[in-house]
Each structure stands twice: as structure tokens, then as C-alpha cells.
């Protein structure tokens, strides 16, 4: 399916109006387990049509908010709201969710559409209804001339498939994706990811989805919480989490980025100045700190120029080292560059030429440079 996000998706920003009210509201949660506590006083809030993404690594959390939203866990203290409503000791078969496992848990002896019909009888709907939403999910995910097939004659996408369109089949207002895709291979997984997004959009629904995978949240989502051991560190739109990481730990868990830990030397005239064992650095920002601070600048590779000759100015955001290491990636290369002290920087840069044609390979004494808006300090 050709990606299309269409204008809905691309101006929906309800979180910026002071007016709307969150559709779930996940208010002062605390999650234990015996002496384990999972999830550490969380405030969380997502809207109405957001498509939402938990992300963090094995053991933040996520899941088990996941699961308590979903009914499967109660939360040890705080409320979980829906539309305004306490959801909190409501069953699970009794809120407006539905929830796609990553095992897909289809029957194997049942028939794609009995699959998808599955949920639809044991609620009771009359027989025409359920043939008819039957053939509309069928369809919604191309699906239709598999109909009559099991489970063990489709493809790991197609059965993707299946389970989207039977947790969708009841029409829950909240549909919860734990790590969806997960069982699929890259491309498969890459182009399923934008097949979600237009049925998302399409249908106007809530998804909440639970990955580890920063490329999956940054595609799908329209929002990201990270999480760490039970905390959310930043909730922000996949641009601001990847340009502007409230935190050391954001920052280094979503995409690649260079760290150099430092201190402050001045702040003051839309610049922070900072020292980096030696290396002088200029960040087009006053960051909340003084001179003498401990601080970090950051920077992504792909914002980092490398070249063979020195830049005009080499007094300050300049790093002067030998190419240690060089990784292809098809589309772009990154060089690791160690300098006299053993400290490395990474620096992207697009495959423009052929390789054959690259000028600057391993020993080469190199010099990297970016402007000082490309880079952040990060005081915490």
C-alpha cells in the first residue's frame, strides 16, 4: 500500500490546544509487584484519533500500562480514565478496547473470515451483520480472495493481517497493538507500518502500540512517551524527541548521536560555550546553566561534515582524528573518527558518489565540523 498520511493526520496536534480533553488519561498510576514496582507514579495523556507510541527498553513498563489500560492488570494506586470515565475494575470484555498480540493467537483450524467473526458471535450480533462486517474488514485489509484459507496456508504479513482485522471487527474506540510487528521480517515490517497508519487515519481510531523499535515509533507515531524503569522521560512528536531529547538517556536511546560530556564556560548571547576536555564547543542556545556546570553536548552524525582539510576556523566545534572505522550502509556511510586522546565521533554522510570514488578511507587523518546550531546541550 502506497504511504499516504493524508492532511488529517498531518495537522493533528490536539495535545497544543489548552481546549481539548484527553481521551485516556493515565493519572497518578502506580504498578507493584511484590518488592517491584513497574510503573512509578505515571501521568500519562493521549488523545482522541492519536495514533501513540510506549516506547522504551525490556522492563520499563510500557506492557504493563499496556495491559492495565487494557483490563488484564489493575493499577496498585491511581485512576485510569477513558473519556473522563474510572475504567478501574471495569473488565476487560467490558471496555471499549480490543488488543492485537504479537502472536497473532489466531485459531489454526478456523478459516481466515471465521477468525475474524469469532468475536463478532460471542457478542451475539444477528448473522447478516456479522457477514457484512465480516467482508468489511476483509477488505479494509486486502484480504478478501483469503477468505476460506486457514492460518497455516497465509504468509506471516497476511496473518498480520487477520488479527488486525479481527481486534478491529468489534470497532473498539481504542485498539492496543503489543509489539505488532515484531514477527516480521524489515521490509515486510516497514511497509505493514504505513498499511497501519492509513488504516488508523481511515478509520479514526485510537492506537496505542508498545514497541522497542525507534524506527517503527518514529514512522507510525503521532507521539512518543519514552519510558525507563517505570518513568516517562519525554513525551513529544517523533521530531522533537530525535531533535530536541530532554536528557542524556533520550538523547543516546533514540537514533544514533555523538555525547561529549563537559562544562559550561559562558552563557550569554544566544550561545552556550562549553569545554570538552579540550575541545571547544558553541551551541546556538542559552541553556539553563552557568559557567561551571557539568554538561553535555550533543550531536547527530548526519550534522557532522567530515573533510580531509581543515575547516577555515579550527578553534572551536572542529574534532581532528584518524578514521578508525568506516560502516556502509547503502544509502548513507558512517566514519568513526579517534582522535590523539582516544575519544571517537561519528559522522554520516551520504553515498552521493560510488564507493570506488570516495575520497576518504580508513587512516586517513580527517577533521569534523558542524555549525552550532546542529548540536545541544543537555543539562540533564
Same mark, same amino acid.
Given at each position: 500500500?502506497?504511504?499516504?498520511?493524508?492532511?488529517?493526520? $498531518?495537522?493533528?496536534?490536539?495535545? +497544543?490546544?489548552?481546549?481539548?480533553?484527553?481521551?485516556?488519561?493515565?493519572?497518578?498510576?502506580?504498578?507493584?509487584?511484590?518488592?517491584?514496582?513497574?510503573?512509578?507514579?505515571? %501521568?500519562?495523556? /493521549?488523545?482522541?484519533?492519536?495514533?501513540?507510541?510506549?516506547?522504551?527498553?525490556?522492563?520499563?513498563?510500557?506492557?504493563?500500562?499496556?495491559?492495565?489500560?487494557?483490563?488484564?492488570?489493575?493499577?496498585?494506586?491511581?485512576?485510569?480514565?477513558?473519556?473522563?470515565?474510572?475504567?478501574?475494575?471495569?473488565?476487560?470484555?467490558? $471496555?471499549?478496547?480490543?488488543?492485537?498480540?504479537?502472536?497473532?493467537?489466531?485459531?489454526?483450524?478456523?478459516?481466515?473470515?471465521?477468525?475474524?467473526?469469532?468475536?463478532?458471535?460471542?457478542?451475539?450480533?444477528?448473522?447478516?451483520?456479522?457477514?457484512? $462486517?465480516?467482508?468489511?474488514?476483509?477488505?479494509?485489509?486486502?484480504?478478501?480472495?483469503?477468505?476460506?484459507?486457514?492460518?497455516?496456508?497465509?504468509?506471516?504479513?497476511?496473518?498480520?493481517?487477520?488479527?488486525?482485522?479481527?481486534?478491529? =471487527?468489534?470497532? !473498539?474506540?481504542?485498539?492496543?497493538?503489543?509489539?505488532?510487528?515484531?514477527?516480521?521480517?524489515?521490509?515486510? $515490517?516497514?511497509?505493514?507500518?504505513?498499511?497501519?497508519?492509513?488504516?488508523?487515519?481511515?478509520?479514526?481510531?485510537?492506537?496505542?502500540?508498545?514497541?522497542?523499535?525507534?524506527?517503527?515509533?518514529?514512522?507510525?507515531?503521532?507521539? #512518543?512517551?519514552?519510558?525507563?524503569?517505570?518513568?516517562?522521560?519525554?513525551?513529544?512528536?517523533?521530531?522533537?524527541?530525535?531533535?530536541? !531529547?530532554?536528557?542524556?538517556?533520550?538523547?543516546?536511546? /533514540?537514533?544514533?548521536?555523538?555525547?561529549?560530556?563537559?562544562?559550561?564556560?559562558?552563557?550569554?548571547?544566544?550561545? +552556550?560555550?562549553?569545554?570538552?576536555?579540550?575541545?571547544?564547543? =558553541?551551541?546556538?542556545?542559552?541553556?539553563?546553566? +552557568?559557567?561551571?556546570?557539568?554538561?553535555?553536548?550533543?550531536?547527530?552524525?548526519? &550534522?557532522?561534515?567530515?573533510?580531509?582539510?581543515?575547516?577555515?576556523?579550527?578553534?572551536?566545534?572542529?574534532?581532528?582524528?584518524?578514521?578508525?572505522?568506516?560502516?556502509?550502509?547503502?544509502?548513507?556511510?558512517?566514519? #568513526?573518527?579517534?582522535?590523539?586522546?582516544?575519544?571517537?565521533?561519528?559522522?554520516?554522510? =551520504?553515498? /552521493?558518489?560510488?564507493?570506488?570514488?570516495?575520497? /576518504?578511507?580508513?587512516?586517513?587523518?580527517?577533521?569534523?565540523?558542524? &555549525?552550532?546550531?546542529?548540536?545541544?546541550?543537555? %543539562?540533564?
Amino acid at each position: 500500500m502506497a504511504k499516504s498520511l493524508g492532511p488529517v493526520k $498531518r495537522k493533528f496536534s490536539p495535545w +497544543t490546544d489548552p481546549n481539548e480533553k484527553p481521551f485516556i488519561r493515565f493519572e497518578n498510576i502506580t504498578k507493584t509487584f511484590g518488592d517491584y514496582t513497574a510503573i512509578d507514579n505515571l %501521568t500519562l495523556d /493521549i488523545y482522541e484519533r492519536e495514533f501513540f507510541s510506549l516506547l522504551g527498553p525490556s522492563g520499563c513498563g510500557k506492557t504493563t500500562l499496556m495491559r492495565m489500560l487494557a483490563g488484564f492488570e489493575e493499577p496498585t494506586s491511581g485512576r485510569i480514565l477513558l473519556q473522563g470515565k474510572d475504567i478501574s475494575g471495569v473488565p476487560p470484555y467490558r $471496555r471499549p478496547t480490543n488488543m492485537m498480540f504479537q502472536s497473532y493467537a489466531l485459531f489454526p483450524h478456523m478459516s481466515v473470515e471465521k477468525n475474524i467473526a469469532f468475536g463478532l458471535k460471542q457478542d451475539g450480533l444477528p448473522k447478516d451483520e456479522v457477514t457484512a $462486517r465480516v467482508a468489511e474488514m476483509l477488505k479494509l485489509v486486502q484480504l478478501s480472495q483469503f477468505a476460506s484459507r486457514k492460518p497455516s496456508q497465509l504468509s506471516g504479513g497476511q496473518r498480520q493481517r487477520v488479527a488486525l482485522a479481527r481486534s478491529l =471487527a468489534k470497532k !473498539p474506540k481504542v485498539l492496543l497493538l503489543d509489539e505488532p510487528l515484531g514477527a516480521l521480517d524489515k521490509k515486510l $515490517r516497514e511497509e505493514t507500518q504505513f498499511e497501519l497508519m492509513d488504516i488508523q487515519t481511515k478509520l479514526g481510531l485510537t492506537f496505542l502500540i508498545v514497541t522497542h523499535d525507534q524506527e517503527e515509533a518514529m514512522t507510525v507515531s503521532d507521539r #512518543i512517551a519514552v519510558m525507563d524503569k517505570g518513568v516517562v522521560m519525554q513525551v513529544a512528536t517523533p521530531a522533537e524527541i530525535y531533535e530536541a !531529547p530532554n536528557s542524556r538517556y533520550v538523547a543516546d536511546f /533514540i537514533g544514533d548521536i555523538n555525547i561529549l560530556e563537559g562544562k559550561a564556560t559562558a552563557v550569554g548571547g544566544g550561545l +552556550t560555550k562549553l569545554d570538552c576536555d579540550g575541545l571547544a564547543i =558553541a551551541v546556538a542556545d542559552e541553556a539553563p546553566c +552557568t559557567a561551571g556546570d557539568s554538561i553535555a553536548f550533543a550531536i547527530r552524525p548526519e &550534522k557532522v561534515a567530515i573533510s580531509l582539510d581543515a575547516p577555515a576556523d579550527t578553534s572551536v566545534n572542529t574534532f581532528h582524528g584518524e578514521v578508525w572505522d568506516i560502516g556502509y550502509l547503502g544509502d548513507f556511510s558512517v566514519f #568513526i573518527v579517534r582522535d590523539e586522546n582516544g575519544r571517537t565521533m561519528r559522522a554520516a554522510q =551520504a553515498n /552521493i558518489a560510488r564507493l570506488v570514488d570516495r575520497p /576518504i578511507t580508513y587512516g586517513d587523518m580527517v577533521w569534523l565540523s558542524w &555549525k552550532a546550531e546542529s548540536g545541544l546541550v543537555l %543539562t540533564r
